[in-house]
């Protein structure tokens, strides 16, 4: 068998001309799967499982409630902005109904504390230029509470009366709520989705319907936790 | 022809590993020996709690995966609607604690065998290097050399006590049970 080298040695001119110009096409292509081999194969099927944006929601502070933010806004894929910490607060285990106006307070390793409120379709976040939480952290959710008739539970001064759930366990290095709070519900390896009501205090603590102008969707329904 | 000689060349090719494994002699295999069990359970509910969320060692990928209340829960024992997930209402489970023994055991069998034995100090383990971030360690320093949680594990590690009489105050200290975190 000849070897490459042993064809170069005996080829014409052009011949040469033609190696030169393969081997310049074999080098791209060489690099170019270097290069593509720098991606993060299991990242990128995550991302890819997720699928598209919900019919018109456009990407930003609105979109894909629920999914796990920091998947995409993180170092890598780096899609912009950076993500600290992100997630969403539904109203209880069994919808996908949003929270907006809840509190989500973090408390770090270091003694920092922030607070975010929950928009109209119920997402949080914090940009890495915002905030910069060390891990471990402790959350805890303040829920807005509500009376039947849809008007916010206030105290004798009139202040609202905000409903506390506290994480029993800390957050130790994902940036992504929903990493451990997936929309799939309670299993083996998840608590199920961030929510405010057991399903007995859905009826004694209503939350209001989504915002017309909200510019977000709910999650598809695919399926119920049990309380 | 040509062929044919090249796919006898690759027949040869591709034995010549296998004839040399089969020279390889038998190795000995000798049991592990590994700290008490019954001491473990006073040491397991320390690493559930700093090491076993879900979004670190609970999860089934991890070489040291734990099982707990706090993260993963071990399959088979019962369902997410009565309780059995994690954060719900089913405590960790003996059986739960038995796979993280086994975890914690089986990450490095040899060297814990010689730390039991007196022959290798806990820090030759990475069970004792990572939490101390004096290896790498993705979930960064969890605690200290000398910290409350540090003490419970490699004085459990040690084993110079008599099973089942495992001091576990640094254990309950670390858990936050008593004054020292």
Same mark, same amino acid.
């Given at each position: 068998?000849?070897?490459?080298?042993?064809?170069?040695?005996? !080829?014409?001119?052009? =011949? /040469? %001309? @033609?190696?030169?110009?393969?081997?310049?096409? *074999?080098?791209?292509?060489?690099? $170019?799967?270097?290069?593509?081999?720098?991606?993060?194969?299991?990242?990128? !099927?995550?991302?890819? =499982? /997720? %699928? @598209?944006?919900?019919?018109?929601?456009?990407? *930003?502070?609105?979109?894909?409630? $629920?999914?796990?933010?920091?998947?995409?806004?993180?170092?890598?894929?780096?899609?912009?902005?950076?993500?600290?910490?992100?997630?969403?607060?539904?109203?209880?285990?069994?919808?996908?109904?949003?929270?907006?106006?809840?509190?989500?307070?973090?408390?770090?390793?270091?003694?920092?504390?922030?607070?975010?409120?929950?928009?109209?379709?119920?997402?949080?976040?914090?940009?890495?230029?915002?905030?910069?939480?060390?891990?471990?952290?402790?959350?805890?959710?303040?829920?807005?509470?509500?009376?039947?008739?849809?008007?916010?539970?206030?105290?004798?001064?009139?202040?609202?009366?905000?409903?506390?759930?506290?994480?029993?366990?800390?957050?130790?290095?994902?940036?992504?709520?929903?990493?451990?709070?997936?929309?799939?519900?309670?299993?083996?390896?998840?608590?199920?989705?961030?929510?405010?009501?057991?399903?007995?205090?859905?009826?004694?603590?209503?939350?209001?319907?989504?915002?017309?102008?909200?510019?977000?969707?709910?999650?598809?329904?695919?399926?119920?936790?049990?309380? | 022809?040509?062929?044919?000689?090249?796919?006898?060349?690759?027949?040869?090719?591709?034995?010549?590993?296998?004839?040399?494994?089969?020279?390889?002699?038998?190795?000995?295999?000798?049991?592990?020996?590994?700290?008490?069990?019954?001491?473990?359970?006073?040491?397991?509910?320390?690493?559930?709690?700093?090491?076993?969320?879900?979004?670190?060692?609970?999860?089934?990928?991890?070489?040291?995966?734990?099982?707990?209340?706090?993260?993963?829960?071990?399959?088979?024992?019962?369902?997410?609607?009565?309780?059995?997930?994690?954060?719900?209402?089913?405590?960790?489970?003996?059986?739960?604690?038995?796979?993280?023994?086994?975890?914690?055991?089986?990450?490095?069998?040899?060297?814990?065998?010689?730390?039991?034995?007196?022959?290798?100090?806990?820090?030759?383990?990475?069970?004792?290097?990572?939490?101390?971030?004096?290896?790498?360690?993705?979930?960064?320093?969890?605690?200290?050399?000398?910290?409350?949680?540090?003490?419970?594990?490699?004085?459990?590690?040690?084993?110079?006590?008599?099973?089942?009489?495992?001091?576990?105050?640094?254990?309950?200290?670390?858990?936050?049970?008593?004054?020292?975190?």
């Amino acid at each position: 068998m000849s070897s490459p080298l042993t064809h170069l040695a005996g !080829a014409s001119a052009s =011949a /040469l %001309g @033609g190696y030169v110009a393969r081997l310049g096409a *074999g080098a791209v292509l060489a690099l $170019g799967l270097v290069l593509g081999g720098c991606g993060n194969p299991v990242i990128d !099927a995550e991302i890819e =499982a /997720l %699928g @598209g944006e919900a019919e018109g929601v456009a990407p *930003g502070e609105f979109h894909r409630p $629920g999914q796990p933010c920091a998947l995409c806004h993180n170092d890598y894929p780096g899609e912009d902005p950076l993500m600290a910490v992100a997630g969403t607060v539904f109203a209880d285990p069994v919808s996908f109904h949003p929270v907006e106006g809840a509190e989500v307070i973090l408390y770090d390793a270091v003694g920092q504390i922030f607070r975010k409120e929950t928009n109209c379709i119920g997402n949080f976040f914090w940009t890495r230029d915002e905030a910069d939480p060390q891990f471990p952290f402790a959350v805890e959710v303040r829920c807005p509470t509500y009376n039947t008739d849809g008007t916010p539970k206030t105290d004798p001064t009139g202040k609202p009366i905000f409903k506390v759930k506290a994480m029993g366990s800390w957050v130790s290095r994902d940036r992504s709520c929903a990493g451990c709070h997936s929309l799939t519900g309670r299993q083996l390896d998840s608590t199920g989705w961030i929510y405010c009501n057991t399903q007995q205090e859905a009826a004694t603590n209503p939350y209001p319907p989504i915002a017309e102008t909200c510019a977000g969707k709910p999650p598809r329904q695919k399926g119920a936790a049990s309380e | 022809m040509k062929r044919r000689a090249l796919a006898v060349f690759a027949l040869v090719l591709g034995a010549l590993p296998l004839g040399q494994a089969a020279c390889v002699p038998e190795t000995t295999i000798t049991d592990a020996i590994c700290p008490p069990y019954e001491d473990f359970k006073k040491v397991s509910p320390v690493l559930e709690q700093r090491c076993g969320t879900l979004d670190c060692h609970g999860q089934v990928s991890r070489p040291l995966r734990l099982y707990s209340n706090l993260g993963l829960r071990l399959p088979g024992i019962d369902e997410p609607e009565n309780g059995y997930f994690p954060g719900g209402t089913v405590p960790t489970v003996e059986q739960e604690i038995e796979a993280n023994y086994r975890a914690v055991c089986g990450l490095e069998p040899e060297i814990i065998t010689d730390v039991v034995n007196g022959a290798a100090e806990p820090t030759d383990l990475t069970l004792v290097r990572k939490p101390r971030l004096t290896e790498k360690h993705k979930g960064g320093r969890i605690w200290d050399e000398g910290k409350a949680g540090d003490r419970c594990l490699v004085a459990w590690l040690k084993a110079d006590y008599a099973p089942g009489t495992f001091n576990d105050g640094d254990c309950k200290a670390a858990l936050g049970v008593d004054s020292e975190q």
